[in-house]
């Protein structure tokens, strides 16, 4: 039997037994085989995660919920138009005394009235605002999905980027390293002066201050999706290369601005506004006309007996007939309210106009965007060619001596720069077509589908 020093022993009788060490290894091994078993985990779709956005973005719940609110100033129009019913009832105890004698009785009475609005103009001109308030808060509804589907797309792109910026900023500063220890080799066979050297660190330290930077970047990013979605998205897929980038349709931009002009949710949302101003002049304006109801009422009351009389009390009314009210003077409160309403549209007016003209503006900016994307995106397409042509140039001049190592990474980073380069392009065309479509009040999720398709899984 070989001999054991004391540390072995000790260390023995810290983790256990033979036969437990053996079987905590069994189970650690079947443990790593379900791991590798375990199918691989999916890249997040650009499609699911704008789902489990409608189901936790805090800012469309808050938009989803305002737009409920809004659904019920119709019902609440339609109050004014219908009839009133309200009952009473009362019961009271008397105690009274006449000349040092106590009369107690207790006394009851009930009734039910009801009131039907015939002619009161501003309940009529109040149930028109509310449809104009409903349709106003269903376009602030819609124009906040259509802002959920944009805030996601720029979150989901803005991750893919920063993710292409850090391999950039790495390839970067591979080569400033290869670099830097050449110049460093140089200078102690004496082929380059001590300045080569410190200014290959200066670059190294530079990009190494870059590579801090965009990684706090892209995890600045992925915390700003993970606000929208609610949970960490994890890999996410990545835009196919061969993705093609299609014009806008119809070509015509005057044809977008229009439809901006006339269909963007911003200017429905504004117009129904206007029209609620307008109606709210000729509401306050009905003030000084008459009114004209309907009523009817029947009331019944009871009163016990007392001592000095046996006899109970009863009384039955019932009435029906019109009730006609006639303003003549309010101290100019009528009068004030119709000028501040008259304001009032005015300046809702003048917010119709200038979310007409935004929208156009919106359209114009998306619809260049998309324009100028494609062909930034195609220059860019032909420079990486190029650039990718350069690093297998390089590659070969490496082989066979005429370049050297440095020639290779710095076409390599050029290359990764070129990608990154394109990939923005890529990201700021596609949320110009999302914005183009939502300026003129069509983006909906089957655009986003559209797009998801261009991803690779």
Known sequence: MLPMNSSVLSDL?????????????????????????????????????YRDAVAYDAQ???????????????????????????????????????????RNFNSNGYGVSLTQPLFRWQNF?????????????????????????????????????????????????????????????????????????????????????????ADNDLEVKRQVLRVIIGKDAGELN??????????PQPAALDKWVDAAEKDSFTVQAQQAAAEVAAREVERNRAGHLPTLDAVANYTENRAGATQFNDARFESTARGVGLQLNIPLFQGGYVNSKTREAAANREAAFAALDGARRNAALSARQSYLGVVNGIAQVRAL????????????????????????NIDVLNAEQQVYSTRRDLARARFDTLLAQL??????????????????GMFER
């Open 381 to 404: 397409e032909a420079a990486l060619v190029s650039s990718n042509s350069a690093l297998e140039s390089n590659k070969l001049g490496y082989e066979v001596g005429v370049r050297i």
């Open 238 to 247: 990545r835009l196919r290369a061969d993705a093609t980038l299609a014009p």
């Open 13 to 49: 009788a810290a983790v256990g037994s033979p036969g437990k060490l053996l079987a905590r290894a069994g189970r650690i091994s079947l443990l790593l085989g379900a791991l590798c078993a375990a199918p691989p985990l999916l890249a997040a779709d650009l499609l699911q995660v």
């Open 125 to 213: 001109v109040q149930y028109g605002q509310a449809q104009y308030q409903v349709a106003q808060s269903e376009a602030n509804f819609a124009q906040a999905r259509q802002d959920l589907i944009v805030r996601v797309a720029q979150a989901y792109f803005d991750v893919l980027y920063a993710q292409e910026n850090l391999t950039a900023v790495r390839a970067n500063k591979s080569a400033i390293a290869q670099q830097l220890e050449q110049a460093k080799k140089n200078f102690e066979v004496g082929t380059a002066t001590i300045t080569d050297s410190h200014e290959a660190q200066s670059r190294y330290d530079l990009a190494t201050a870059q590579e801090i930077a």
């Open 60 to 102: 469309y719940a808050a938009a989803r919920a305002t737009a409920e609110a809004g659904r019920e100033k119709l019902p609440q129009g339609l109050a004014g138009l219908l009839p009133v019913v309200a009952a009473s009832a009362s019961t009271t105890w008397n105690q009274n005394t006449y000349n040092s004698i106590d």
């Open 435 to 452: 914005r183009l479509k939502a300026a003129v009040g069509t983006l909906a999720e089957e655009d986003l589908q559209q797009i998801n």
